[in-house]
C-alpha cells in the first residue's frame, strides 16, 4: 500500500477555511479535543481530521484538503504514544516545521504515574522548532481553553489573519521559551 508524505502546500486552500490534522494513539482524547474545537464560536470553517499515526493511506489523498496544521498528542502515561509520534514525524515534510506543528502533551497531572518525562517532550518540540502545549484532558475547562488556543493557532497557520505569518507565530513561542529559562 502506497503511503503519502504530507506537505503544505501541495493544494491550494479554501476559502475562509482552515483544516488541522490530529494525530495520536488516544482516540477518545482526539474525538474530545475536536469536538471542543468544533463547538467553539470561530469567523472560519474548520476542518478536522484525525489519524492514529503517519502516514496517510495514498487511495484517499485525493478527498483531504490541504492540512494547515498539525497537532500531535502525546499522552505521558504513554510510551507508546511518544514513539508513535516520534516514528510519524518523518512523514510531514519539513516545511510543516515552519510554524505548522504543534506538540500537545496530555496527562500530565499525575505526574507521579508518567512514563514519558515532559522534558523530553519539549525536548522534541524545541528540536522541530514547533510550539507545546499542555493539557490535561480530564478537566472540562482545560479542553475548552486548549481547543480555543488551537484554534487561534490554526487561524494564522491557514493565512487567516492579515500580516501574521505561521513562521512569525513560531519565532515568537521559540522565543518566549528562550525567556522562560533562567
Known sequence: ?????????????????????LVGTEESHREQLAGAMLKEPKTFEVKIHMAQSLPLPYERDHLRPRFDMVVFLINLHSQLSMSTVISSLSHLDASFFLGKVCFLAT????????????ST????????????????????????YTAQRLLQMLRV??????GI??????????????????
Open 1 to 21: 500500500m502506497k503511503m503519502v508524505t504530507l506537505r503544505p502546500f501541495d493544494k491550494l486552500p479554501a476559502l475562509n477555511t482552515a483544516a488541522v490534522l
Open 107 to 118: 496527562g500530565g497531572g499525575k505526574v507521579k504515574h508518567c512514563t514519558v518525562e515532559i
Open 121 to 144: 517532550v519539549k525536548t522534541l518540540a524545541d528540536t522541530h522548532l514547533s510550539a507545546l502545549l499542555l493539557s490535561d484532558l480530564s478537566c472540562e475547562e482545560d479542553v475548552c
Open 157 to 162: 497557520c491557514a493565512g487567516l489573519v492579515p
Open 165 to 182: 505569518s505561521a513562521l512569525y507565530v513560531g519565532s515568537l513561542i521559540k522565543r518566549s521559551s528562550r525567556l522562560d529559562q533562567p
